[in-house]
């Protein structure tokens, strides 16, 4: 069983925001089968702290204009190394990219089906 369609577009909705604030390697986990409070992490990162806050920005204005959703919780805003915005079907983790790379989050859910997320790069 994978995650239902409805969180995947979410998922994509989010990613192409996140791409369109130009974070860097969107990619979406399908942790269906691994976690049951939600079905998708969508992860990606920015280079600095106000670039994160702008990713951020972006993804939760585009999944209110067009899937009329607010984030359930937003956590770490404040600091803007490590943003989480819980949709419950999907979260979004927006990292500075040092984080990131300290964290691996990618490694952590190696497990997890990568997700077709069909993000049309902003700058073509």
Not at 31 to 39: A, K, Y
Not at 73 to 87: H, K, P, S, T
Request: glycine share 4%.
């Amino acid at each position: 069983m994978s995650a239902p369609e409805e969180s995947l577009d979410l998922a994509r909705v989010a990613g192409q925001a996140a791409a369109d604030k130009l974070a860097e390697e969107v990619i979406g986990l399908d942790v269906s089968e691994q976690v049951v409070i939600t079905d998708v992490f969508l992860v990606c990162s920015g280079d600095s702290e106000r670039q994160v806050s702008a990713i951020v920005d972006g993804v939760e204005e585009a999944l209110l204009r067009d899937r009329r959703r607010k984030p359930l919780r937003r956590e770490g805003q404040r600091d803007a190394r490590w943003v989480l915005l819980d949709y419950g079907d999907i979260v979004v983790h927006v990292q500075h990219a040092e984080d990131r790379a300290y964290y691996a989050l990618e490694r952590l859910w190696r497990d997890a089906p990568v997700l077709d997320l069909q993000i049309v790069d902003p700058a073509a």
